[in-house]
């Protein structure tokens, strides 16, 4: 029985690599190419945005389940009173703001799945696509083609639309974590425009007990299948014990932050799952024959007259 568990277990240390597939994880600077992928490394300085050298986000599109803050006052010319009139003989004017009639417009408003914001009685609105300048532009159109807007000759420059995103639900990056041959642990967290993998790191508490320093690494998404991998390995050591941003990448949304579990977790684990069955089934095999016994006698001094 020895050696059989010794062999199976030769076994399983000899097959390890079958365990990670890609070679354990892009490890920096490892040079082992993947199905044809160039090998992985870590990129030059100014190929990626890192910690002291980030990047500015584009606009930002509005998608669904954004919520935003929507704001709408009417705005309107007013005589100054006693005002002294200049010298083309008109008097100063200036502006001031009121309330919507029937409904105000303020407050939170959610992005809905498809794609617009409903403003009570004044209808809804298309913003999934937007930049936050174009929804502003689009609301303040809706408004005036508006039956009670249009009705008082509202103009579009009278009305004041102030939009801004409250929570960044759409634009996410996600952090997964291998649980060692126990599955795999996915968090999702917003874009707020400057996070670094250490960050995304510390949205989980750090590292999972059973975490690979050695094999973290960053996914940057590819539309298309065909298209070269990107990704991006991250020296953790060097990160937090020697303050090296070399690899403290900036999050992009949709990137995927990858934390490997150590192998000899994984290589345990797939032990334990080869071990277990056999265990449970020579323990039961061992608990029947003693039941066996018991029941007849065999051992006990039953139905043995030699003591008597």
Known sequence: MRGAY????????????CLHPHGGGPTPGAGVGVHGHPPIAVPPPGAVPRELDPITLPPYVIEAPDILSIQVVMR????????????????AKTYETKPLPVQDITGQFLVSPEGAVRLGSWGSVVVAGLTLDQAVEAV????????????????????????????????????????????????????????KVLDAIANIN???????????WVARRCPHPDQPWQILPVDWVGITQHGQTLTNYQIL???????????????????????SPIERMFGITLLGTSTVNQISGRGNGFNNNNGF
């Open 6 to 17: 010794g062999l199976l277990a030769a076994l399983l240390f000899g097959a390890s690599g």
């Open 76 to 91: 309107a010319e007013v005589d100054v009173k006693d005002a002294i009139p200049d010298k083309d003989g008109k008097k």
């Open 140 to 195: 303040r159109q809706h408004l005036v083609r508006t039956e009670t807007l249009s009705r008082l000759g509202t103009r579009p420059e009278s009305l004041v639309v102030v939009v801004d995103v409250i929570a960044y639900n759409s634009k996410r990056y996600y952090v997964i974590t291998d649980g060692g041959g126990y599955g795999e642990q996915v968090y999702p967290f917003p874009v707020q425009g400057s996070e």
């Open 206 to 216: 750090g590292l999972p007990a059973v975490a690979s320093k050695r094999n973290i």
């Open 253 to 275: 949304p949709g990137d995927r932050v990858y934390v490997k579990a150590q192998r000899l977790v994984t290589i345990d684990t797939a032990m334990a799952r080869v071990f």
